[in-house]
């Protein structure tokens, strides 16, 4: 009587761990990036309901945005003088983030994230 295999071999074993470990170190390499951009949506999203924000001058806007993101410890979009613009609207001020993020996953292989988030303050 033929015995049917049932299972994975260990070398098979060793292959998909193997995959399962490189998939991990990617994902704990861009992971932190993903953090940064929640952080940088949620200072966006706080300054949209603060009450002043409806009166603020779009340097002013960009200066406090800016001191948030550092209380937060996000600096490397500050070098990034484009990545916040403005478009004025009739009744609100759009204020828009445009940003990548690249980091070095293992060896010669880097990735590249590009985040983008507006948010509408209203002119009353």
């Known amino acids: 009587m033929i015995k049917k295999q049932r299972g994975l071999t260990a070398i098979s074993w060793a292959i998909i761990i193997a995959i399962v470990a490189i998939e991990g170190v990617a994902a704990l390499r861009i ?6 951009f929640v ?3 949620q200072v966006m999203d706080k300054l949209a309901k603060d009450p002043e924000s409806k009166t603020m001058s779009s ?5 406090t945005f800016y001191q948030r ?4 410890g996000i600096r490397y979009i500050q070098k990034d003088k484009n ?3 403005f478009v004025k609207g009739s009744d609100a001020l759009t204020m828009k983030i445009h940003y990548e993020s690249r980091g070095r996953i293992y060896g010669n292989l880097d990735f590249l994230a590009t985040f983008d ?3 509408k303050i209203p002119r009353h």
């Open 59 to 63: 340097k002013r806007l960009t200066t």
């Open 39 to 41: 952080s940088v949506k």
């Open 117 to 119: 988030h507006e948010i």
């Open 31 to 36: 992971i932190p990036s993903y953090m940064d």
């Open 69 to 72: 993101l550092t209380v937060s």
């Open 83 to 85: 990545a916040l613009s």
